[in-house]
């Protein structure tokens, strides 16, 4: 006897409870159209957002604070293992969505939205960030966390892949530069994972990686206006010496300017009286050779690491070369501080690619003795 086909129930053949599961979580996240302008890619495998939450080493009494948390898919991971989370989220369809994720649960007490900025707004304390950092901020976050007082413990923070290369690069490595050198002045940085473009929704069209960043305590004992306006001078072609960096035009203007101001506030006099231009020869030698400069970086990068100077502009614009101005014996007196701290510390002939944070220190401490600054 042949047996009857059984007749669909309720109108359709059910799915398994896992493809229920993924319809579902597709239509949660049709539910806004993502805007990529402010770098929204949320994170949505959640084993990822697990090993980043243990790479925080969090304790039951940490404050958190979340840079973009989306729609909470590391809020809720977070919550498990902390006292409280900070989520500073910019755009207040997020800030809704995390807000209803733990809407109704005792998470719910425990977590605090803060609309806005989070580079504008000014924090609360926390012990411990973690951020799936919008790719626009990378650079100002990192500093913005290095400056925060008292300082957290530590930070785990996504980046774009280089980027995060950047921050973690040693001397000699292509990827060598004047943030690696900030950062690395102020924290101890290390990388900890790398995650496929493919773990965010949508995907962004670069790689990411995971740092930790934890900020030196006590922190160095250094201006960071001075310290990075040297950087800015040194990194400017980091394949030509340093002293080849400072025969620009500008640059020396603006080693003059400070000089002038250091010795106005020390109540030095100095002569600033025009010479010839044969009385003196220039004080800094040509640089033997050059190097081939490195092409550009492609990637997404904040304005504000451009590697030349703002003052650079003036002289990069100009059309047609203006008239000499007559050579002063300070500007004189300036080239041969500047020679003599370049011989001095053995530095001229080197690359700033190649020198690691105690060149650096050395040479401008070696600056300042002689009354040239950098701020």
Not at 61 to 66: A, G, I, K, N, P
Not at 70 to 84: D, H, Y
Not at 280 to 306: F, K, R
Request: aromatic fraction near 6%.
């Amino acid at each position: 006897m042949v047996k009857a086909k059984a007749g669909k129930r309720h109108g359709g053949a059910r799915g398994t409870p896992y493809e229920a599961g993924a319809v579902k979580a597709k239509a949660a996240n049709h539910i806004f159209k993502m805007n990529k302008d402010i770098g929204q890619h949320i994170l949505k495998n959640p084993g990822i957002a697990q090993a980043i939450v243990e790479k925080a080493d969090l304790k039951q009494s940490d404050v958190v604070l979340e840079v973009g948390p989306g729609t909470g898919n590391l809020t809720v991971k977070i919550l498990e293992k902390a006292k409280r989370v900070i989520a500073v989220e910019m755009d207040a369809r997020m800030a809704a969505e995390v807000t209803k994720r733990v809407q109704g649960k005792p998470e719910q007490k425990r977590l605090e939205v803060l609309l806005g900025d989070v580079i504008k707004t000014e924090l609360p304390y926390f012990d411990v960030c973690i951020s799936n950092t919008p790719y626009q901020i990378s650079s100002p976050l990192v500093f913005k966390l290095l400056a925060i007082s008292p300082s957290p413990r530590t930070c785990i923070l996504m980046f774009q892949r280089e980027f995060a290369m950047r921050l973690v690069a040693r001397p000699g490595d292509s990827l060598y530069c004047r943030l690696s050198v900030n950062a690395q002045m102020w924290a101890k940085i290390t990388h900890i994972m790398k995650v496929g473009r493919n773990n965010f929704n949508p995907p962004p069209q670069v790689e990411s990686s995971v740092v930790r960043l934890e900020p030196k305590n006590p922190r160095p004992q250094i201006s960071y206006e001075e310290w990075d306006g040297l950087l800015r001078i040194v990194f400017v072609r980091r394949n030509k010496t340093i002293q080849a960096g400072f025969k620009g035009k500008a640059i020396m203007g603006l080693v003059e300017r400070n000089y002038r101001t250091w010795c106005a506030q020390n109540e030095i006099a100095i002569g600033d009286d025009a010479m010839d231009v044969d009385e003196t020869a220039d004080a800094l030698a040509e640089p033997e050779d050059e190097e081939v400069e490195e092409e550009e970086w492609n990637g997404i990068m904040d304005d504000a690491e451009d590697d030349v100077p703002v003052f650079f502009a003036e002289e990069t614009t100009e059309k047609s070369p203006s008239k000499r101005r007559p050579r002063t014996r300070l500007a004189a007196l300036v080239e041969q501080k500047v020679a003599r701290v370049l011989r001095d510390t053995e530095l001229a002939d080197k690359r700033a690619g190649k020198c690691d944070e105690g060149d650096f220190l050395r040479l401008l401490w070696a600056f300042n003795q002689e009354g040239i600054h950098f701020s």
